[in-house]
């Protein structure tokens, strides 16, 4: 069932026979441009990986000696196992600063983002206090649903992690501080684009984040009534064409008429359901979740779970955003601002367009820049009589 | 009236409300002691034009605090090279500091008598200080920078009275509490509360309110052990333990605390306190929700009864016991993470709520003004709180222990905090008493007599 599921979810409106051309790299994006984005890459990459090794044995050792820290709670099974939880978290976090800073020096040092050390380091604080809060909550579902159905709690916990998934879906939008894109012609494209593929109106906004980077973005969200596409500032400040733009609005209206959103949320289901009974067999020998000495264990058991799904997730992501550039390309008909497009974001957040093969299985979220332009080559050709 | 001091160094791990201090000890005696013969009365004439008539004071202690400061500077140098200050500048800055003591005391309404301008001993809140002692050159080198952490508590309590340059009720007004830019009285903080409330109080009974009075003089005290500290009268750096002023005595409340905690502190969970603290504060907005309801469904049924139904009052004293146990531990004030019931007995930090009898139904009806005032006094300790905190956690961060003083000075500010709670959602009519003690004489018959049998009166906390 698993797996006629997940047939069912891969297809895709990707001709089977598309072939990608070979792309000349360094003619397309420019041979300096290649180099400098290859160097810039392999830092972040590098950094990432001593990041992982040390979240994993940090994560070790808080499993083999973080049940010491239940002396420090006056609260119960589960309020103990809330405290644990974020202390495992707050752990992490301190030993992976350095990694974030070294990140975040290196970005800076080419320019790719415009965020301060300080605005950092503040708005990390932010982002831990959200993770602390999602994981109390995340603790408090799973324990209570262990206390009460013992090893029969993975069934309901991972349905209630796809309903919160869904719940946060849905209301994304509103957590995000936009307005309504201003440029006529882009909103009139974007109808056709809709009218084209099939689907109802979907509201354009901008959300500013030109203070903090000069990447450019955009991104589909919310589910149902709550849909939006989302453009970065940055895309529309002049450095890309019009038809780069338009390139983009196609792209993420392909998202929503392809249902991707909820195609995810599917996707995160049968991924969660046999995580949820990986995480109960393994914390059996602590007590199960229910007892809180199992919740360091079991933050070591997600942390290599997300890895090794990692590549899985990838290669669906990847599938996904090969369909919407599939689609964005049917309707605006325009390869050559879809190469200018992909060409500028190389430009612009110094992507490198063809990383080596297991760097994009286990982290390439979207096809290669160099694959990108070849697709959008392959569309030229086949539309060619 | 005896004078009568000061300064048990108590038990810091275990203490309870209504348990008697231990005897003090001549080698527990601090270099600076606050000593309290006050009986409460005042004069409503001049508690009337108390500011007008303090205005003489406020123009000469200006004047004597330029000197005390040329003074301070040439006592700084001295110690520096001989270790010691000079008998006769020590006795001049500590006149200065005394006289301080008398007009803050006397400006915040903890003493009545018009006070002297030569800062003489005797007055109704006094301190004494000790002659000259051998001080370490690099201790008095650094002493304005190793002052600052007292300083910051001295100015949320507001006791100073060297620190500014103008006399103000305002808090924000401290202009310069942690420098000798400009010298004078300057009354801030809790102290400026307990001022402007003890202002209406005196003027209606002629009276000032124990709790009050207790409060305001131990601010006072806290700041001539700072600034004496500050002007190199002695080396021994303040301490902001409440049970350090004696006579200390508790009244009856039917909201008490019990503190159990070890001062131990992780320092994992100290550094990431606050963080640690976001799921209890959802919990506590959620919570509140339903107090809200229960408290109006319970201020009903206490208009229409006289007493509030045992399951409403139930509620409402769990939902105050979770937000003591959850100030304690933001505050750093209690050491391990609280649990989401407010069950009793279940925080080192604990409070005691006596179910509430009949209630008097005016006090219920107009509960929601009359605890304006009280709210008023909870922020000034919820300043000290903020501070308490914020110097527990760098102290604990470094040291893996919070210190006792802290601790406890902290515990009464929670304390007020329950009690001014428990007085608004009806768990009780007596309204909240502001005194900073946790140790005092008892003062029951009942719990005399358990004393004397030898029973323990507080049960599993002592």
Redesign the interface.
């Known amino acids: 069932m698993w797996v006629a599921t997940a047939r069912l979810l891969l297809e895709d409106a990707v001709p089977d026979s598309l072939a990608l051309p070979r792309v000349d790299i360094d003619a397309t994006f420019g041979a300096e441009l290649v180099e400098d984005a290859r160097r810039y890459e392999r830092f972040l990459v590098i950094d990432w990986i001593v990041a992982q090794v040390v979240l994993l044995a940090v994560l070790w050792v808080y499993a083999k000696r973080g049940v010491r820290?239940i002396?420090?709670?006056?609260?119960?099974r589960?309020?103990?196992g809330?405290?644990l939880g974020?202390?495992g978290l707050?752990?992490v976090w301190l030993v992976q600063l350095p990694f974030g800073a070294a990140a975040l020096w290196w970005e800076r040092r080419h320019d790719t983002t415009e965020i301060g050390y300080l605005e950092w380091a503040f708005g990390d604080?932010l982002a831990?206090?959200a993770s602390?809060?999602a994981i109390?909550?995340a603790l408090?579902i799973v324990m209570a649903l262990a206390g009460w159905l013992r090893e029969w709690w993975w069934i309901p916990g991972a349905g209630a992690f796809v309903a919160i998934a869904a719940l946060l879906t849905f209301v994304s939008p509103y957590l995000v501080e936009t307005k309504p894109l201003g440029d006529a012609g882009l909103v009139q494209a974007a109808r056709e684009y809709e009218r084209e593929q099939g689907i109802g109106e979907i509201p354009l906004r901008v959300e500013e984040v030109s203070g903090d980077t000069s990447d450019a973005n955009a991104y589909a969200t919310g589910l149902g009534p709550t849909r939006r596409v989302i453009l970065w500032d940055t895309l529309i400040d002049g450095r890309f064409d019009d038809g780069a733009e338009r390139t983009v609005i196609a792209h993420e209206v392909a998202h929503h008429s392809s249902r991707h959103l909820p195609k995810s949320l599917a996707w995160f289901g049968m991924f969660a359901l046999p995580a949820a009974w990986l995480l109960m067999r393994l914390t059996r020998r602590r007590g199960g979740m229910q007892a809180p000495e199992a919740v360091p264990l079991a933050l070591l058991v997600v942390a290599v779970i997300q890895l090794v799904a990692a590549p899985f997730q990838s290669a669906i992501s990847r599938s996904m955003e090969m369909e919407a550039d599939w689609k964005a390309l049917t309707s605006t008909r325009d390869p050559e601002g879809a190469r200018e497009l992909f060409v500028g974001f190389a430009e612009t957040g110094l992507g490198d367009p063809s990383p080596p093969g297991w760097q994009q299985l286990l982290l390439g979220t979207h096809p290669t820049l160099a694959d990108r332009v070849a697709m959008a080559e392959a569309w030229k050709v086949m539309r060619t009589p | 009236m005896t004078p009568r001091l000061l300064v048990p160094r108590a038990q810091h791990n275990v203490c309870v409300d209504a348990v008697p201090p231990s005897a003090p000890s001549r080698a527990d005696l601090r270099p600076i002691r606050l000593v309290v013969t006050d009986d409460c009365e005042r004069s409503r004439l001049t508690v009337f034009f108390r500011g007008i008539l303090a205005v003489p004071h406020l123009v000469w202690i200006l004047l004597w605090g330029v000197a005390a400061f040329a003074v301070a500077f040439v006592v700084w140098l001295a110690v520096l090279f001989e270790g010691r200050a000079p008998r006769t500048l020590h006795g001049f800055i500590a006149s200065y500091v005394r006289y301080g003591v008398h007009l803050g005391a006397y400006l915040a309404l903890a003493a009545n008598p018009y006070p002297g301008f030569t800062g003489q001993p005797g007055y109704p809140v006094d301190v004494e200080i000790d002659p000259p002692q051998t001080q370490g050159r690099w201790g008095a080198g650094f002493r304005l920078v190793l002052a600052v952490p007292a300083l910051l508590l001295a100015t949320v309590l507001g006791g100073g009275f060297q620190g500014g340059g103008s006399t103000s009720v305002d808090p924000g007004l401290w202009t310069d509490g942690t420098s000798f830019g400009s010298l004078g009285t300057s009354i801030g903080g809790v102290v400026a509360i307990v001022a402007l409330l003890g202002w209406f109080s005196c003027l209606a009974r002629g009276r000032m309110p124990r709790g009050m009075r207790d409060l305001a003089a131990y601010a006072i005290g806290y700041g001539a052990q700072t600034y004496g500290y500050a002007l190199l009268l002695t080396s021994r750096y303040p301490s902001s333990d409440p049970s350090l002023v004696h006579p200390a005595e508790l009244p009856e409340h039917p909201v008490r605390i019990t503190v159990t905690d070890p001062l131990r502190r992780?320092r994992?969970?100290v550094?990431?306190r606050l963080?640690?603290a976001?799921?209890l504060f959802?919990w506590a907005m959620l919570w509140t929700v339903a107090v809200a309801l229960a408290a109006f469904l319970a201020w009903l049924a206490a208009l229409a009864t006289g007493r509030v139904p045992r399951p409403l009052q139930r509620f409402l004293a769990a939902f105050v016991r979770f937000l003591a146990?959850l100030d304690a531990f933001v505050y750093l004030v209690?050491?391990?993470?609280?649990?989401?019931?407010g069950a009793a007995g279940?925080?080192?930090i604990d409070v005691t709520i006596e179910p509430a009898g009949q209630q008097r139904r005016l006090v219920t009806c107009f509960r929601l003004f009359l605890a304006v005032p009280a709210f008023l006094l909870a922020s000034g300790y919820g300043g000290v709180l903020l501070v308490v905190a914020v110097l527990g956690w760098f102290a604990a961060l470094f040291t893996g222990r919070m210190p006792s003083g802290l601790r406890d000075i902290g515990a009464a500010g929670v304390r007020y905090n329950a009690q001014t709670r428990a007085y608004m959602l009806l768990g009780t009519d007596r309204y909240p008493n502001a005194t900073p003690f946790l140790r005092g004489k008892a003062r029951s018959e009942e719990l005399a007599l358990n004393l004397e049998l030898g029973v323990d009166p507080v049960g599993e906390a002592t």
């Not at chain 1, 002396?71 to 119960?76: E, F, I, L, T, V």
Request: charged share 0%.
């Open positions: 820290f002396a420090q709670s006056a609260a119960g589960i309020g103990t809330m405290m974020m202390l707050g752990i604080w831990l206090g602390f809060l109390s909550l408090l | 992780s994992l969970t550094f990431f963080l640690l976001l799921p959802v146990h209690g050491g391990p993470f609280p649990g989401f019931t279940s925080y080192p």
